[in-house]
């Protein structure tokens, strides 16, 4: 069972690899205009979902694999917390998303929400970075 929740864990970890990219891909959202814009933030909002998911899927095998490892409890709250951080900011930007696919549609201002998905996938991708390096040393902490 340890194994299977293994594979879980890492796949997870490889979609959350998506928010490293983000930022990046989010800084052209504002640059598009009328049904392209539409339809690259659909497809932003398409990647947060399923980075969100793979959140979710980390979250609970990281826990049900926690016996097993043994970690140090300052670790286990450092995980925690990144974990944390991680699902505010890509429920933040999914929020702004959807106000940026909304005022994209009817012709307003899409400026101010796109920086501010920008604004938030930086955090996101420094976090994810954060907790790949934290995961994979445990030692460090």
Do not use: C
Not at 63 to 79: C, D, K, L, N, R
Not at 99 to 114: F, I, P, W
């Amino acid at each position: 069972m340890y194994n299977v929740m293994i594979f879980l864990h890492v796949v997870s970890a490889l979609l959350l690899g998506a928010y490293v990219v983000f930022p990046f891909l989010a800084g052209r959202a504002a640059s598009l205009s009328g049904a392209a814009q539409e339809s690259f933030v659909g497809l932003l909002s398409s990647f947060n979902r399923v980075g969100q998911f793979a959140l979710i899927v980390a979250f609970i095998t990281g826990g049900a694999m926690i016996h097993e490892a043994g970690p140090s409890v300052p670790w286990m709250i450092v995980a925690v917390v990144l974990l944390l951080i991680i699902g505010a900011m890509t429920g933040m930007m999914g929020a702004r998303l959807k106000k940026l696919l909304k005022a994209g549609k009817s012709g307003g201002n899409t400026s101010a929400d796109a920086a501010k998905v920008k604004v938030y996938s930086w955090i996101a991708a420094i976090a994810v970075v954060a907790a790949v390096l934290i995961m994979t040393n445990p030692a460090i902490l």
